[in-house]
Antibody, heavy 115, light 109 residues
Framework: EVQLVESGGGLVQPGGSLRLSCAAS????????MNWVRQAPGKGLEWVSY????????YYADSVKGRFTISRDNAKNSLYLQMNSLRAEDTAVYYC????????WGKGTTVTVSS | SSELTQDPAVSVALGQTVRITCQGD??????ASWYQQKPGQAPVLVIY???NRPSGIPDRFSGSSSGNTASLTITGAQAEDEADYYC????????????FGTGTKVTVL
């Protein structure tokens, strides 16, 4: 079964850091581009970041550029999002999604930034 | 970044047809993908490319595009189609890679 499972969310104070992980299974992870997408409470979907299959090409939304870092370990079938200098407006459910069509999504992990 | 605009809410009688639209400059250059999201669940891809359905998506879902507008049509809406729907495309402005629409809440009466 094709599956993505996010982890690493939690409660963090403003200015703090978190590292999210996305474990992939059921497909050849190293062949696929990957994305992070977030959804603030009661709001719509927001694309956050993209990484190519090899990790050589990376993009970020302006809202997270300079604070978040996407990476992947194809040997471990895992995608990561290092989030630094967190703000209240980063509070959201964070999803990892496969490929340019975002055809497979995980269930998400919740990040709450609050003092 | 570019913007994709959707009507906030639409309603449809059970068994009838509803069209959800998505407008934005990027749609002149790129196809839209469409996602269904039910409360408390992750989004699910329902349409991608010109008019392609992933495996398992009923054929009552279809997509089309003209100019700066993409549309998702549900022909013969079912109670289980009640959900939020989001469009998505590449961002033609070059600042972002992808942009999501504002979302449409579909209510099946």
């Amino acid at each position: 079964e094709v599956q993505l499972v996010e982890s690493g969310g939690g409660l963090v104070q403003p200015g703090g850091s978190l590292r999210l992980s996305c474990a992939a299974s059921g497909f050849t992870f190293s062949s696929y581009e990957m994305n992070w997408v977030r959804q603030a409470p009661g709001k719509g979907l927001e694309w956050v970041s993209y990484i190519s299959s090899s990790g050589s090409t990376i993009y970020y939304a302006d809202s997270v550029k300079g604070r978040f870092t996407i990476s992947r370990d194809n040997a471990k079938n895992s995608l990561y999002l290092q989030m630094n200098s967190l703000r209240a407006e980063d509070t959201a459910v964070y999803y990892c999604a496969r490929d340019s069509n975002m055809d497979v999504w995980g269930k998400g992990t919740t990040v709450t930034v609050s003092s | 970044s570019s913007e994709l605009t959707q009507d906030p809410a639409v309603s449809v009688a059970l068994g009838q047809t509803v069209r959800i639209t998505c407008q934005g400059d990027s749609l002149r250059s790129y196809y839209a993908s469409w996602y269904q999201q039910k409360p408390g669940q992750a989004p699910v891809l329902v349409i991608y490319g010109k008019n392609n359905r992933p495996s398992g998506i009923p054929d009552r879902f279809s997509g089309s595009s003209s100019g700066n507008t993409a549309s998702l049509t549900i022909t013969g809406a079912q109670a289980e189609d009640e959900a939020d729907y989001y469009c998505n495309s590449r961002d033609s402005s070059g600042n972002h890679l992808y942009v999501f629409g504002t979302g449409t809440k579909v209510t099946v009466l």
